[in-house]
């Protein structure tokens, strides 16, 4: 895996363990409603987690085996 493989996978890991600690503190008041918005940007925020580590993965196939 190149350097470029490896920063967007641990950026791509780290958007979405932050994306999903945020929605765990602060998706749901007192009444158990979740807030759309908090629902909506947090939830992008994972889609996007899990894209970034997708694309670390297809940039690691793309590049030659380093040794």
Do not use: C, H, N
């Amino acid at each position: 895996m190149t350097r470029t493989a490896k920063f967007v996978f641990i950026f791509g890991l780290i958007v979405l363990v932050v994306a999903s600690i945020v929605q765990d503190l602060m998706g749901s008041d007192e009444g158990g409603e979740f807030d759309k918005w908090y629902l909506s940007l947090t939830s992008t925020a994972i889609v996007f987690g899990f894209y970034l580590m997708l694309r670390a993965q297809i940039i690691a196939a793309a590049d030659p085996i380093e040794f």
